[in-house]
T-cell receptor, first 112, second 116 residues
């Protein structure tokens, strides 16, 4: 059965800290891995990764994929209170007709 | 770009009534739309996949007669919760995918349904 596992499930840090969120997967016919940020409403898209070893970066956020070890990490540097959210990892498969398999999410709280 | 709207954002209804939720892709054509349900402090649970002009594909355990999905155009999909009961109270989120070559889904803002 396909599955996506995120860790940790929750994390509390202080402003300025750097955090690393983990996502491991076991999915048949892997095609892509996506990261989303969910605040009070629906998820907003952060990154889509398809190739191993190529870092994607947007401001203080960056992500990389390891297709050999079947995981991805999302890094946030110099965290701010506005980074507090649930971070969702999802995997797409070419055998899944476009469906995404979501992990449980990591709840990040950044304290002032 | 890639904006998805959802309406209404919040609805309260009496038990036994039906509620329709609309999902629109505003600046792109969505070949596929997805409907999710999310319980507090939990991840997204896919309910069904909807392709324009064809019947929706429901996930195991989701009652197709209770959750009616219509995808009449490339920019609009609707979810109707029929004969709603308190246990149907939840946060319903739609997403849309443009091209079939990408897995990226763009999410609507969600609809909070409360059934009294």
């Amino acid at each position: 059965e396909d599955k996506v596992v995120q860790s940790p499930l929750s994390l509390v840090v202080h402003e300025g800290d750097t955090v690393t969120l983990n996502c491991s997967y076991e999915v048949t016919n892997f095609r892509s891995l996506l990261w989303y940020k969910q605040e009070k409403k629906a998820p907003t898209f952060l990154f889509m990764l398809t190739s191993s070893g190529i870092e994607k970066k947007s401001g203080r956020l960056s992500s990389i994929l390891d297709k050999k070890e079947l995981f991805s990490i999302l890094n946030i540097t110099a965290t701010q209170t506005g980074d507090s959210a649930i971070y969702l990892c999802a995997v797409g498969s070419s055998s899944n007709t476009g469906k995404l398999i979501f992990g449980q999410g990591t709840t990040l709280q950044v304290k002032p | 770009g890639a904006v998805v709207s959802q309406h209404p954002s919040r609805v309260i209804c009496k038990s036994g009534t039906s509620v329709k939720i609309e999902c629109r892709s505003l600046d792109f054509q969505a070949t596929t739309m997805f409907w999710y349900r999310q319980f507090p402090k939990q991840s997204l649970m896919l309910m069904a996949t909807s392709n324009e002009g064809s019947k929706a594909t429901y996930e195991q355990g989701v009652e197709k007669d209770k959750f009616l999905i219509n995808h009449a155009s490339l920019t609009l999909s609707t979810l109707t919760v029929t004969s709603a009961h308190p246990e149907d109270s939840s946060f319903y989120i739609c997403s849309a995918r443009g091209q079939t070559s990408t897995d990226t889904q763009y999410f609507g803002p969600g609809t909070r349904l409360t059934v009294l």
